[in-house]
Structures are given as structure tokens and as C-alpha cells.
Nanobody
Framework: QVQLVESGGGLVQAGGSLRLSCAAS????????MGWFRQAPGKEREFVAT????????VYADSVKGRFTISRDNAKNTVYLQMNSLKPEDTAVYYC?????????????????WGQGTQVTVSS
């Protein structure tokens, strides 16, 4: 089992940047495919990005492609989401998720482990 804790959210102006971190407990983090999802008020949780267990494979939602970068440091048991050129429509609670399979997934139902979320607010 793995526990996930997100950090790094906050308030930023449009065009700005934030880096989210997700720290994982447990010794098997390097075996987990990881993902980032987000949920805006009144909307369903949606896929943002995913990364394979060795970091060699990444997939992004079209809405963030070219602006966000997912990465991981298995030595630190941490996955990151670098968010650049932020837009007001990026405002949401961001969640990291893990699954004990090599590759990540864009489907939230494929993940067994979730963090508590971190709020990102982008002002216009």
C-alpha cells in the first residue's frame, strides 16, 4: 500500500507557474504508475497527466499539452507536475494517484491510491 500527499498548490496569476509535488510513502513507489487528475467546482474529476514507473513514458490531456510536465524522482518517492502558462480554466483541486502497474492510465478508475488534493487557483 502507498500513501500520497500533495503539496505546492496556491494562488497564481494567469500566465504564471506552479510546481506540484506528490510524496509517496512505502518502499515500492518505483513500481507504481502515477497520474495527476483535477476537479473543478461542479465538474467531474478529469485526467491531466500520467507517467510510467521508470519515467520513460508520459501522456497528457490535450488541454495541458505543451504547458504541463509530469516527472518523477524514484529516489525521493516523489512525482511532480510543473505547470506553466497557467490559465483561469486550470483552477481546480489537483490530485495525484498511483497504481501498482508499470504504466499509468488516463482513467481514474484504474487507480487504487489517491492523495487528499491541493488547491490551484489561477486569477485572470
Amino acid at each position: 500500500q502507498v500513501q500520497l500527499v500533495e503539496s505546492g498548490g496556491g494562488l497564481v496569476q494567469a500566465g504564471g507557474s506552479l510546481r506540484l509535488s506528490c510524496a509517496a510513502s512505502g518502499r515500492t513507489f518505483s513500481n507504481y504508475g502515477m497520474g495527476w487528475f483535477r476537479q473543478a467546482p461542479g465538474k467531474e474529476r478529469e485526467f491531466v497527466a500520467t507517467i510510467s514507473r521508470n519515467g520513460g513514458s508520459t501522456v497528457y490531456a490535450d488541454s495541458v499539452k505543451g504547458r504541463f510536465t509530469i516527472s518523477r524522482d524514484n529516489a525521493k518517492n516523489t512525482v511532480y507536475l510543473q505547470m506553466n502558462s497557467l490559465k483561469p480554466e486550470d483552477t481546480a483541486v489537483y490530485y495525484c494517484a498511483g497504481r501498482s502497474i508499470r504504466f499509468g492510465s488516463s482513467s481514474l478508475n484504474d487507480y487504487a491510491y489517491w492523495g487528499q488534493g491541493t488547491q490551484v487557483t489561477v486569477s485572470s
